[in-house]
């Protein structure tokens, strides 16, 4: 059984960073896709980043691009968001998703049967 478990959410100013860690356990990751997805208030969950989790190459939305990295700790099976210079439409409960997943389809959320809890993210001075 797959578990993923986030953690690194809070509160921050405008412009200000965190690091968010998605720890997995359960399973065997070596082809999976890493993702992370964000669900701010009366929005659908939306694609962030994704990371495969062999090669490491990634993806990210455009609305992150330059500002999160994601990358992956393959001895700690740890997922991690790096986000900088963040901003008030940034907040919302970030998720890690994980599955079995061909690279076209990673920007979808149904895609992907394992989730973690979520963790809050708010920007705001």
């Known amino acids: 059984q797959v578990e993923l478990v986030e953690s690194g959410g809070g509160l921050v100013q405008p412009g200000g960073s965190l690091r968010l860690s998605c720890a997995a356990s359960?399973?065997?990751?070596?082809?999976?896709?890493m993702g992370w997805f964000r669900q701010a208030p009366g929005k659908e969950r939306e694609f962030v980043a994704a990371?495969?989790?062999?090669?490491?190459?990634?993806v990210y939305a455009d609305s992150a691009k330059g500002r999160f990295t994601i990358s992956r700790d393959k001895a700690k099976s740890t997922v991690f968001l790096q986000m900088n210079d963040l901003k008030p439409e940034d907040t919302g409960v970030y998720y890690c998703?994980?599955?079995?997943?061909?690279?076209?389809?990673?920007?979808?959320?149904?895609?992907?049967?394992?989730w973690g809890q979520g963790t809050q993210v708010t920007v705001s001075s």
């Open positions: 998703a994980a599955d079995n997943l061909i690279w076209s389809s990673i920007r979808n959320p149904n895609r992907y049967d394992h």
């Open positions: 359960g399973g065997s990751f070596g082809s999976y896709v």
């Open positions: 990371i495969k989790w062999n090669s490491g190459n990634t």
